[in-house]
Protein backbone atom coordinates (compact mmCIF):
# COMPACT_ATOMS: atom_id res chain seq x y z
CA UNK A 1 0.00 0.00 0.00
CA UNK A 2 1.44 3.08 -0.81
CA UNK A 3 1.69 5.79 1.76
CA UNK A 4 0.81 9.67 2.15
CA UNK A 5 3.14 11.15 -0.29
CA UNK A 6 3.88 15.08 -0.23
CA UNK A 7 5.42 17.63 -2.87
CA UNK A 8 7.70 18.81 -2.97
CA UNK A 9 9.83 17.96 -0.43
CA UNK A 10 11.48 21.50 -0.07
CA UNK A 11 10.35 24.60 -1.12
CA UNK A 12 12.49 28.29 -1.01
CA UNK A 13 10.66 30.73 -1.31
CA UNK A 14 10.70 34.97 -0.66
CA UNK A 15 8.85 37.01 1.85
CA UNK A 16 5.49 38.34 0.97
CA UNK A 17 5.31 35.06 -2.11
CA UNK A 18 2.77 32.38 -2.31
CA UNK A 19 3.86 28.80 -1.56
CA UNK A 20 2.08 25.47 -2.42
CA UNK A 21 1.82 22.46 -0.74
CA UNK A 22 -0.04 18.98 -2.10
CA UNK A 23 -0.67 15.94 -0.42
CA UNK A 24 -1.83 12.63 -1.24
CA UNK A 25 -3.68 10.53 0.94
CA UNK A 26 -3.42 6.55 1.28
CA UNK A 27 -6.00 4.96 -1.10
CA UNK A 28 -9.43 4.89 0.77
CA UNK A 29 -8.78 7.22 3.33
CA UNK A 30 -10.90 10.26 3.64
CA UNK A 31 -9.62 12.59 5.84
CA UNK A 32 -6.25 14.86 5.71
CA UNK A 33 -4.86 16.84 8.38
CA UNK A 34 -2.28 19.46 8.19
CA UNK A 35 -0.25 20.08 10.50
CA UNK A 36 2.85 22.79 11.13
CA UNK A 37 6.08 21.40 12.92
CA UNK A 38 8.19 24.55 13.65
CA UNK A 39 11.31 23.82 15.70
CA UNK A 40 10.49 23.37 19.25
CA UNK A 41 6.80 24.02 18.74
CA UNK A 42 5.57 20.28 18.09
CA UNK A 43 3.28 19.51 15.99
CA UNK A 44 0.51 22.41 15.29
CA UNK A 45 -2.58 21.82 14.02
CA UNK A 46 -3.48 23.69 10.52
CA UNK A 47 -6.65 22.09 9.38
CA UNK A 48 -8.65 19.30 8.64
CA UNK A 49 -10.69 17.96 5.57
CA UNK A 50 -12.93 15.10 5.48
CA UNK A 51 -15.04 14.27 2.40
CA UNK A 52 -14.26 17.41 0.58
CA UNK A 53 -15.64 20.01 3.37
CA UNK A 54 -13.03 21.74 5.86
CA UNK A 55 -13.96 20.61 9.59
CA UNK A 56 -11.86 22.38 11.80
CA UNK A 57 -9.26 24.43 11.45
CA UNK A 58 -6.61 25.64 13.99
CA UNK A 59 -5.19 28.78 15.33
CA UNK A 60 -3.54 30.29 12.27
CA UNK A 61 -4.31 33.79 10.38
CA UNK A 62 -6.95 33.54 7.20
CA UNK A 63 -3.80 33.75 4.96
CA UNK A 64 -3.23 29.67 5.45
CA UNK A 65 -5.66 28.09 3.62
CA UNK A 66 -6.54 25.33 1.92
CA UNK A 67 -8.63 22.66 0.04
CA UNK A 68 -9.87 18.96 -0.61
CA UNK A 69 -10.30 17.53 -4.34
CA UNK A 70 -12.97 15.07 -4.80
CA UNK A 71 -9.75 12.44 -5.16
CA UNK A 72 -9.27 12.99 -1.55
CA UNK A 73 -5.80 14.98 -2.00
CA UNK A 74 -5.50 17.99 -0.50
CA UNK A 75 -3.81 21.40 -0.99
CA UNK A 76 -2.27 23.82 1.68
CA UNK A 77 -1.93 27.58 0.51
CA UNK A 78 0.39 29.69 2.72
CA UNK A 79 -0.04 33.32 1.12
CA UNK A 80 1.88 37.09 1.97
CA UNK A 81 4.77 34.27 3.42
CA UNK A 82 6.39 35.47 6.34
CA UNK A 83 9.97 34.57 7.63
CA UNK A 84 8.23 32.67 10.92
CA UNK A 85 6.25 30.50 7.94
CA UNK A 86 9.16 28.74 7.54
CA UNK A 87 8.93 25.18 9.31
CA UNK A 88 8.31 21.21 8.13
CA UNK A 89 4.80 21.09 7.23
CA UNK A 90 3.27 17.39 7.50
CA UNK A 91 -0.15 16.15 5.84
CA UNK A 92 -1.44 12.91 7.37
CA UNK A 93 -4.41 11.16 6.22
CA UNK A 94 -7.00 8.21 8.25
CA UNK A 95 -9.32 5.80 7.75
CA UNK A 96 -12.49 8.16 9.29
CA UNK A 97 -12.56 10.32 12.01
CA UNK A 98 -10.25 9.43 14.99
CA UNK A 99 -8.59 6.44 13.37
CA UNK A 100 -4.89 6.39 13.54
CA UNK A 101 -3.00 8.77 11.86
CA UNK A 102 -0.44 8.30 8.81
CA UNK A 103 1.80 11.07 7.84
CA UNK A 104 3.64 11.77 4.73
CA UNK A 105 7.35 12.79 5.12
CA UNK A 106 6.88 16.56 5.13
CA UNK A 107 7.32 19.75 3.04
CA UNK A 108 10.05 21.66 4.29
CA UNK A 109 9.56 25.84 3.66
CA UNK A 110 12.22 27.92 3.82
CA UNK A 111 10.94 31.34 3.82
CA UNK A 112 14.16 34.12 2.95
CA UNK B 1 -6.60 22.99 24.19
CA UNK B 2 -2.79 21.10 23.71
CA UNK B 3 -2.34 18.33 25.92
CA UNK B 4 0.70 19.41 28.44
CA UNK B 5 3.35 16.06 28.20
CA UNK B 6 5.98 15.76 30.99
CA UNK B 7 8.98 15.24 30.76
CA UNK B 8 10.15 17.24 28.55
CA UNK B 9 12.92 15.15 27.73
CA UNK B 10 14.49 12.34 29.31
CA UNK B 11 17.66 10.23 28.85
CA UNK B 12 17.82 6.55 29.56
CA UNK B 13 20.40 3.60 29.61
CA UNK B 14 19.48 0.55 27.16
CA UNK B 15 17.12 -1.64 29.44
CA UNK B 16 15.65 0.93 32.12
CA UNK B 17 12.21 2.29 31.99
CA UNK B 18 10.66 5.60 31.47
CA UNK B 19 7.09 6.64 32.01
CA UNK B 20 5.80 9.92 29.65
CA UNK B 21 2.83 11.48 31.16
CA UNK B 22 -0.05 13.66 29.23
CA UNK B 23 -2.70 16.11 30.77
CA UNK B 24 -5.64 17.63 29.01
CA UNK B 25 -7.67 20.30 30.60
CA UNK B 26 -10.71 19.43 28.52
CA UNK B 27 -12.67 15.84 29.51
CA UNK B 28 -10.98 13.55 26.13
CA UNK B 29 -12.53 11.08 24.52
CA UNK B 30 -9.32 9.62 23.26
CA UNK B 31 -5.36 9.92 23.37
CA UNK B 32 -2.81 9.14 20.75
CA UNK B 33 0.48 8.05 20.88
CA UNK B 34 3.20 8.98 18.21
CA UNK B 35 6.73 8.35 18.23
CA UNK B 36 8.80 10.86 15.56
CA UNK B 37 12.56 9.72 15.04
CA UNK B 38 15.08 11.96 13.86
CA UNK B 39 14.08 13.46 10.28
CA UNK B 40 11.55 11.01 9.77
CA UNK B 41 7.46 11.32 10.04
CA UNK B 42 5.75 10.12 13.04
CA UNK B 43 4.51 6.94 13.50
CA UNK B 44 1.50 5.79 15.17
CA UNK B 45 1.74 3.81 17.98
CA UNK B 46 -1.64 3.12 19.67
CA UNK B 47 -4.96 4.90 20.31
CA UNK B 48 -7.16 4.97 23.63
CA UNK B 49 -10.32 5.37 24.32
CA UNK B 50 -12.73 6.55 26.90
CA UNK B 51 -13.48 3.58 29.30
CA UNK B 52 -10.27 3.72 30.88
CA UNK B 53 -8.39 1.12 29.02
CA UNK B 54 -5.01 -0.10 29.18
CA UNK B 55 -3.08 -0.88 26.21
CA UNK B 56 0.37 -2.71 25.14
CA UNK B 57 2.81 -3.27 22.16
CA UNK B 58 5.75 -5.15 22.49
CA UNK B 59 7.93 -3.30 25.63
CA UNK B 60 5.11 -0.25 25.25
CA UNK B 61 2.08 0.30 27.13
CA UNK B 62 -0.50 2.78 27.61
CA UNK B 63 -3.29 4.04 29.97
CA UNK B 64 -6.03 6.24 30.35
CA UNK B 65 -7.42 7.85 33.21
CA UNK B 66 -10.48 10.21 31.52
CA UNK B 67 -11.48 11.17 35.31
CA UNK B 68 -8.26 12.70 35.74
CA UNK B 69 -8.16 13.55 31.90
CA UNK B 70 -4.41 11.80 31.51
CA UNK B 71 -2.65 9.49 29.85
CA UNK B 72 0.53 7.99 30.10
CA UNK B 73 3.01 6.30 28.30
CA UNK B 74 5.17 2.82 29.52
CA UNK B 75 8.11 2.58 27.87
CA UNK B 76 10.45 -1.08 29.69
CA UNK B 77 13.58 -2.27 28.71
CA UNK B 78 14.18 0.48 26.91
CA UNK B 79 16.30 -0.45 23.72
CA UNK B 80 18.27 1.75 21.65
CA UNK B 81 15.68 1.95 19.23
CA UNK B 82 12.95 3.54 20.79
CA UNK B 83 14.91 6.57 20.96
CA UNK B 84 12.91 9.49 19.34
CA UNK B 85 10.42 12.20 19.87
CA UNK B 86 7.39 10.74 21.85
CA UNK B 87 4.18 13.30 21.28
CA UNK B 88 0.32 11.96 22.97
CA UNK B 89 -2.53 13.82 20.98
CA UNK B 90 -5.98 14.64 22.63
CA UNK B 91 -9.25 14.70 20.80
CA UNK B 92 -12.12 16.30 23.27
CA UNK B 93 -14.91 14.59 21.63
CA UNK B 94 -15.96 12.31 18.86
CA UNK B 95 -17.18 14.94 16.62
CA UNK B 96 -15.44 17.54 14.41
CA UNK B 97 -12.80 18.02 17.21
CA UNK B 98 -9.29 17.52 15.66
CA UNK B 99 -6.50 15.82 17.06
CA UNK B 100 -4.31 17.92 19.02
CA UNK B 101 -0.99 17.10 19.96
CA UNK B 102 1.42 18.17 22.96
CA UNK B 103 4.97 19.94 22.41
CA UNK B 104 6.33 16.08 22.86
CA UNK B 105 8.90 14.31 25.10
CA UNK B 106 12.52 14.10 23.34
CA UNK B 107 13.77 10.36 24.69
CA UNK B 108 17.34 8.98 24.41
CA UNK B 109 18.54 5.60 25.14
CA UNK B 110 22.39 5.26 25.34
CA UNK B 111 24.39 1.82 25.33
Known amino acids: EAGVTQSPTHLIKTRGQQATLRCSPISGHTSVYWYQQALGLGLQFLLWYDEGEERNRGNFPPRFSGRQFPNYSSELNVNALELEDSALYLC???????????FGNGTRLTVT | QQPVQSPQAVILREGEDAVINCSSS?????VHWYRQKHGEAPVFLMI?????EQKGHDKISASFNEKKQQSSLYLTASQLSYSGTYFCGTVINSGNTPLVFGKGTRLSVIA
Open chain 2, 48 to 52: LLKGG
Open chain 1, 92 to 102: ASSLRGNSPLH
Open chain 2, 26 to 30: KALYS
